[in-house]
């Protein structure tokens, strides 16, 4: 659910980057109340592991169409919205400045589409009421299923908002409404029950992570999180790695449904204006594009993809970015930390 710079107008991409940086402030000031020194390392590994495991679209049956996950409920049940807002802005503009996915005016979208509403809607107002008289393995996958689907539906719904009010017309709302909100209700089903499985193996192997974001306490001092940061991370690196090769070659969600509606998976780009001055920045920062090695025919090449996608450059784009989002958390907790201790 990545939006091109194309659906959106200066103003509406200009508002949502304003509303969203917004919110990175006050989620950084929150992040700064916070003692807890193993936060910023969870954040970083299951940035890195987000970040892989939105490469692999999974194939939505009898549509044609695909989705991947957007990991902003198994960042916030696991972290606190906070964090996990910082994490999920981390990991989208990583992606839209060295990777090209999602434009950078719609990058404010972007973050807000898939960050505000799990982190500060479907968590605390679904989530955790429905867990709050008891965490069994089957309460927290119906809370997890709900919220998901709940957060997607937003999400997919602001998507159709923003393009309305960029007066996009080649997209009728209500057409553009009625394609958006089935397909990435399916996306969202499979979703809820992947961030179950997630949330029910963490909870197996360290309950207490768990337990230190719902009770507001950092974690004890002696209780270690090497083997979950280790485990983590063997497991983005293996996902970005390998089993990227594997992603559906099918339109996603949004592509489809702007096809459907449109007849092409993108709406033309504007000649002129900050659109096609941020497009060529973007040129000059996305070192793989597309999540492979630059070509001459970058467009051409992407047509002739194949199923399943071995490809050296996916295994570089799959480990390098999952690092590249550890390494920008790490060194957004270092300046968090350095600013607590000039507090204090």
Partial sequence: MHMADALLSPAVGATFWAGTLGTIAYCSK???????????????VLGAFIFAA????????????????????????????????????????????????????????????????????????????????????KKLAIAALISCVVALQLGAFSVVLETFLSGRSELAFSTFVILMQPIHLGIGLVEGFVTAGVINFV????????????????????????????????VALLTGGMLSWFASADPDGLEWSIEKAFGRPELDEEEVGMAPVLKKIQKKTAFLPDYNFKTDNQESD???????????????????????????????????????????
């Fill in 203 to 234: 909870k197996a192997a360290r309950p207490e992570i768990l337990e230190s974001v719902t009770s507001a306490r950092p974690l004890s001092a002696d209780i270690s999180i090497k083997n979950v940061f280790a485990g983590l991370l063997v």
């Fill in 54 to 137: 939105q490469m692999i679209n999974f194939t939505v049956p009898g549509t044609g169409s695909s989705g991947h996950l957007g990991g902003g409920m198994i960042l916030a049940i696991i972290l606190g919205p906070y964090a996990a807002f910082i994490v999920m802005a981390s990991v989208l503009t990583v992606q839209a400045f060295f990777f090209a996915d999602g434009g950078l005016l719609a990058l404010g979208c972007n973050i807000w589409n898939l960050g505000i509403y799990p982190c500060f809607i479907a968590y605390p107002l679904i989530y955790k009421p429905l867990t709050q008289s008891g965490s069994t393995p």
């Fill in 302 to 344: 992407k047509d002739k993809k194949t199923w399943p996608s071995a490809e050296a450059g996916t295994s570089v784009s799959g480990i390098l970015g999952s690092l590249m989002v550890l390494s920008l958390i790490i060194l957004i907790g270092i300046v968090i930390r350095i600013f607590r201790k000039n507090k204090t």
């Fill in 30 to 44: 929150k992040l700064k109340e916070n003692p807890d020194e193993k936060l910023i390392p969870l954040m970083g």
